[in-house]
C-alpha cells in the first residue's frame, strides 16, 4: 500500500511538472516585472487590467485545450471571433436589435462554424489543420465583408455591459468567498470518490497544504481585483467556462473519451468510442466558445473591427501548449491553458510597460513558446 501511495505521488508529480513549471514561471516573470517597473506592474490597477485583457484570449484557451488534447487545431479562432463579434455589432448597431438576439445570433453562427468544421474534420478526414486554415481566410473575408472595410460602433450599455463592466466591491468579496468554499468542496469530494473507490490518495497534512496553497492564491487574486474596481463580468465569466470545462474533462464520459482520442485513437476505437460524432460534437463547442470570445472581444474593444482578433490563434495555441496541453495529444488540463494565457498576457504587458521594441517582443514570446513545446517533447520521450 505504501508503495503504491508513493508511486501515485510520483506519477502526478510527474505528470504535472510542466503545469508546476509554468506556475513557477508566472510567479518568475511577475517579479523580474515587477523589479524592472519599479513595482507599476505588480500594482492592483495594471495586474486587473492584465486579467482583463487575457479574457479572449483565455476563454478560448479553455476550449482549444480539448481540440489540442485529441490531436486537433485550429488556426482559424482569430477570424471566427472577429466574424462572430461583426455579426452581432452590425445586427445591432446597423440593424436595431436588441442586445440579447443579437448576442444569440452571435453564438449560432458560431455554432454552425463549428458543425462546418467538425463535418470535414470529423467525417470527411480533412486534417483540422488545412479546414480551420481554409476558414481562417474564408471568416477574414466575411469580416470585410461585414464591416465593408470600417469600424461598427457604438455598442449599447448592455452589450459593453459584458466586457468593461465590474462586480460591486461587495458581490466581489461574495464570489470570492463562494469560489473559496466550491474549491474545498470539491476537494474533499475527490478525495472521498477516491477513498471509497480504492484509488490512493496523498496524506491529509499534504491535501491540507494544498487546499492553504490554493486558497492563497484565490484571497490574492480576488484582494488585487477587489483593490481595483472589483471583479469584471468577463473575468468572471472566464472563471465559470474554465471551471465548466474542467469539470468535463474530469468528471464526464465525454471528456474522458476526447483524452482517450487523443492518447491512442486505435485504441479509443476498439473500446467503442465513435470517433466522428465526438470530433464532429467536440468542435461544435469549440465553435460556441470562440463565439463568447468574439463578443467579450468586441464589448472591450466597444465595437466590432477589421483588425480585430488579428494574431489571436497563435496567442491561443502559445497559451494552450506552454500550459502543458501536448501537442502530440492525451495530455493537458484546462488550468493549465489559463495559466498559459496569463503568460502571454503578462509578457506582453510586461514589456510594454518597459517600451520594448515590437521586435524583441515577438522574438522573446517565440523563444518562449519553443522552449515549451521542447520540454513536452522531452518529457514524452522520458515517459
Not at 465548466?244 to 485513437?265: D, S
Request: aromatic letters at 10%; one cysteine or more.
Amino acid at each position: 500500500m505504501e508503495k503504491d501511495k508513493k508511486t501515485y505521488l510520483k506519477t502526478l508529480f510527474s505528470g504535472n511538472i510542466r503545469q508546476y513549471t509554468m506556475l513557477i514561471a508566472l510567479i518568475g516573470i511577475w517579479l523580474i516585472f515587477s523589479v524592472l517597473t519599479k513595482g507599476v506592474f505588480i500594482s492592483p490597477r495594471n495586474l486587473s487590467n492584465l486579467f482583463l485583457q487575457s479574457v479572449a484570449v483565455a476563454i478560448v484557451a479553455v476550449g482549444m485545450t480539448f481540440i489540442i488534447v485529441t490531436r486537433n487545431i485550429d488556426l482559424s479562432v482569430g477570424s471566427v471571433a472577429a466574424f462572430t463579434g461583426a455579426v452581432a455589432a452590425f445586427l445591432q448597431v446597423k440593424l436595431g436589435w436588441p442586445t440579447g438576439f443579437a448576442l444569440l445570433a452571435s453564438v449560432l453562427s458560431g455554432l454552425l462554424i463549428g458543425v462546418w468544421h467538425g463535418f470535414w474534420s470529423g467525417y470527411r478526414l480533412v486534417p483540422s489543420f488545412i479546414v480551420t486554415l481554409a476558414s481562417m481566410m474564408i471568416f477574414r473575408g466575411a469580416v470585410l465583408g461585414i464591416t465593408k472595410g470600417e469600424t461598427i460602433a457604438p455598442l449599447s450599455d448592455t452589450f459593453r455591459l459584458i466586457g468593461q463592466h465590474y462586480l460591486s466591491h461587495k458581490f466581489s468579496i461574495a464570489v470570492g468567498v463562494l469560489t473559496i468554499i466550491c474549491f474545498i468542496i470539491y476537494d474533499l469530494n475527490r478525495r472521498r470518490q477516491r477513498v471509497k473507490y480504492g484509488f490512493a490518495v496523498s496524506s491529509i497534512f499534504r491535501q491540507s497544504l494544498r487546499i492553504l496553497f490554493v486558497v492563497a492564491a484565490i484571497v490574492a487574486f480576488f484582494t488585487i481585483l477587489i483593490s481595483n474596481r472589483g471583479v469584471p463580468y468577463s473575468v468572471l465569466l472566464l472563471m465559470l467556462l474554465a471551471f465548466i470545462f474542467h469539470f468535463i474533462a474530469k468528471n464526464t464520459v465525454f471528456g474522458r473519451q476526447l483524452y482517450a482520442i487523443g492518447g491512442n485513437p486505435d485504441a479509443a476505437t476498439l473500446s467503442g468510442v465513435n470517433i466522428n460524432k465526438k470530433i464532429m460534437f467536440m468542435f461544435m463547442i469549440f465553435g460556441v466558445i470562440t463565439a463568447v470570445s468574439g463578443i467579450v472581444l468586441t464589448s472591450r474593444l466597444n465595437a466590432a473591427t477589421t483588425s480585430a482578433g488579428q494574431g489571436m490563434e497563435l496567442d491561443v495555441i502559445a497559451a494552450v501548449v506552454i500550459g502543458g496541453t501536448s501537442l502530440l495529444g492525451g495530455e493537458g488540463t484546462v488550468l493549465g491553458s489559463v495559466i498559459g494565457a496569463l503568460i502571454m498576457a503578462s509578457l506582453d504587458n510586461g514589456m510594454s510597460l518597459m517600451d520594448t521594441e515590437i521586435t524583441y517582443q515577438y522574438i522573446i514570446k517565440g523563444m518562449i513558446l519553443l522552449l515549451a513545446v521542447w520540454m513536452d517533447i522531452a518529457t514524452k520521450k522520458r515517459t
